[in-house]
Each structure stands twice: as structure tokens, then as C-alpha cells.
């Protein structure tokens, strides 16, 4: 930990020497192929990354060294990062460490970090520890907290559960449309489709979504976040003023179908802290897999 103190004191106050001192590389994008076999391994829900990865959206991918890299970090836009690989790299940790407290100031927003193998969450626990807290702690009195861990749940799909929800909830008097070009312009919130694809025509060309309109409001959207191979992975927005009326139900289970009907697996993933998120999952027929830290990494 007294290595790690002195880290933070001179990143503090000389980032772009460190900056300059590291072998942390900013990978090009004409390179990003090779992090696709090593990504392989990675065991929990990776789509944000892999859309980074194969240019579904503009990100971010640092690595250890060029040629032959084996410690990655890949960074969503919307502000999502996957850490994965060796974790025995001196030089890398440290630029890891300068990161997750900003010490670089190169970011205006909190990130949310996942890391693997369980290795790596054990050496955040450890070497972090006094920059860390739990979600729920009561933080009142202590000092330096800048990193803050949650749980992110994984699920798998149940077929056959969705169809039974489905059969007793048939929703007919809530209309869905599918969601246009303007509608991806115009509309409103946190997650929204704008903030996981570069623009309307990639979204267009590449994704789906539905919603529920009021007007000419967007009331409710359930759309593909990232779409890999077989795979759909569901984002999920409802203005404020409208929650509580179904109509969240209504557009993941048009988006569902839809998956149905063309052959993909309907993905979902969100913080266990997220309990209307978490719930919905469940109603829908999807089922926890996998529950790991989840680190809010403040600015």
C-alpha cells in the first residue's frame, strides 16, 4: 500500500510524466483484432467491449505494450470499461490505479469497471482497499473513498418463462412502434440509444428498437444496446413522468419477440442495486447467472 500512496502522490502532481514513463498503450483501432482471441476468455457478460471491439461505436482499448499485449482495458463511451488479462504488470497497475482515481483528470464522468478473472478483484479488494468502499457503506467520517463497489448481474434467458408471462399479460391496450431515425434524434434520458451508437444510420442499419409514444413523446424505448453474432443485448429507458404504467413491460416485450422471431438470444444485464431493473429482468423470464463487483470509479 505505501508503493501505491506513492504512486497517487506523484501522478498527482506529475501526470504527464507518468503518462510518458508507462508502456500503457493506446491501442489503434487498426489493431483492436488482436484483443479478439484473448476477449474469448472472458467469462462474464463482454458485449459493451465487444461493440467497442468490432466498431459498432467509438471507444477506447489500452494495452500493456503493442505486439503482443496481454492486459486490456477497454472502454465503452456510454462509461462502461472491461479490465481483463495479466494482472502481474507493474507499469500497467500503476497507470490503473492513476486512472481509477482520475488522478490524470481525463475523465469528466464516473466509469463503471468490471474486471477478470476473479484475480483481478482480488487485487483491487487488496490494494485498493483504502480508496474503496462497499455500496450502502456509510461513508460519513472516512477519507479518500473515489471507488465504490456494486454488483453487476448477469442472466440467462428462459424461453418458456417469458412465454407464460407473456400469455398472461398480453398488453393489448399499450401500442408499440418500431422506433425511427427521429425518434433516436430526439429523444431524452440516460439510456437512450444515442449514447450506444456513433449515430442514426449505424442505429438504423445495425439496430431495433420499440416504443411507446405519447404525442409525439417517447413515453418508453426498449432497444439493442449491442448486437453480437446471435446475440441482442436490451437497453431500456422510461421518461420519468410516465413509470408505473406498464409500459416498460410493454416495449422489452415487443423487443423480445422480436428476438424470437429472428433468431436471437434476448440479453440482459444491470446493477443488483438497480432493483426496478433487477425486477423487470425476473418478470420478463430472465434468470441471475452470475453476480460480480461492479466498481463505480468517481470523478
Given at each position: 500500500m505505501d508503493n501505491l500512496k506513492l504512486i497517487l502522490t506523484f501522478v498527482t502532481q506529475f501526470p504527464r510524466i507518468i503518462l510518458i514513463m508507462s508502456n500503457v498503450i493506446l491501442l489503434d483501432k487498426s489493431n483492436y483484432y488482436k484483443v479478439f482471441d484473448p476477449i474469448q476468455g472472458v467469462a462474464i457478460n463482454h458485449l459493451f467491449a465487444d461493440a467497442v471491439l468490432q466498431g459498432h461505436i467509438n471507444g477506447q482499448v489500452y494495452v500493456d505494450q503493442p505486439e503482443n499485449p496481454s492486459t486490456f482495458y477497454v472502454v465503452h463511451p456510454y462509461g462502461m470499461s472491461l479490465l481483463f488479462g495479466d494482472t502481474t504488470n507493474e507499469e500497467f497497475n500503476s497507470w490503473l490505479f492513476g486512472h481509477a482515481l482520475n488522478s490524470f483528470k481525463t475523465r469528466d464522468r464516473n466509469e463503471w469497471l468490471q474486471?477478470?478473472?476473479?484475480?483481478?478483484?482480488?487485487?483491487?479488494?487488496?490494494?485498493?482497499?483504502?480508496?474503496?468502499?462497499?455500496?450502502?457503506?456509510?461513508?460519513?467520517?472516512?477519507?479518500?473513498?473515489?471507488?465504490?463497489?456494486?454488483?453487476?448481474?448477469?442472466?440467462?434467458?428462459?424461453?418458456?418463462?417469458?412465454?407464460?408471462?407473456?400469455?398472461?399479460?398480453?398488453?393489448?391496450?399499450?401500442?408499440?412502434?418500431?422506433?425511427?431515425?427521429?425518434?433516436?434524434?430526439?429523444?431524452?434520458?440516460?439510456?437512450?440509444?444515442?449514447?450506444?451508437?456513433?449515430?442514426?444510420?449505424?442505429?438504423?442499419?445495425?439496430?431495433?428498437?420499440?416504443?411507446?409514444?405519447?404525442?409525439?413523446?417517447?413515453?418508453?424505448?426498449?432497444?439493442?444496446?449491442?448486437?453480437?453474432?446471435?446475440?441482442?443485448?436490451?437497453?431500456?429507458?422510461?421518461?420519468?413522468?410516465?413509470?408505473?404504467?406498464?409500459?416498460?413491460?410493454?416495449?422489452?416485450?415487443?423487443?423480445?419477440?422480436?428476438?424470437?422471431?429472428?433468431?436471437?438470444?434476448?440479453?440482459?444485464?444491470?446493477?443488483l442495486e438497480n432493483t426496478p431493473s433487477f425486477l423487470l429482468a425476473r418478470k420478463l423470464g430472465f434468470e441471475p447467472t452470475l453476480y460480480w463487483p461492479f466498481y463505480r470509479l468517481n470523478c
Open positions: 474486471a477478470y478473472p476473479e484475480t483481478w478483484n482480488k487485487q483491487i479488494e487488496s490494494e485498493w482497499k483504502e480508496y474503496l468502499s462497499k455500496s450502502g457503506d456509510n461513508a460519513e467520517g472516512t477519507k479518500n473513498i473515489s471507488i465504490e463497489e456494486n454488483t453487476r448481474v448477469n442472466f440467462k434467458f428462459n424461453k418458456v418463462a417469458y412465454l407464460d408471462f407473456k400469455a398472461k399479460h398480453p398488453l393489448a391496450s399499450v401500442n408499440t412502434v418500431r422506433t425511427d431515425v427521429q425518434m433516436f434524434e430526439n429523444m431524452q434520458g440516460t439510456v437512450i440509444p444515442s449514447r450506444f451508437w456513433d449515430n442514426a444510420v449505424d442505429f438504423s442499419n445495425r439496430a431495433v428498437a420499440f416504443s411507446v409514444m405519447d404525442g409525439d413523446r417517447v413515453a418508453a424505448t426498449a432497444f439493442s444496446a449491442f448486437v453480437i453474432g446471435d446475440q441482442l443485448e436490451i437497453g431500456i429507458e422510461t421518461s420519468e413522468s410516465y413509470r408505473g404504467k406498464g409500459y416498460a413491460v410493454a416495449v422489452c416485450m415487443a423487443l423480445i419477440d422480436y428476438c424470437l422471431e429472428n433468431n436471437y438470444i434476448p440479453v440482459w444485464g444491470c446493477k
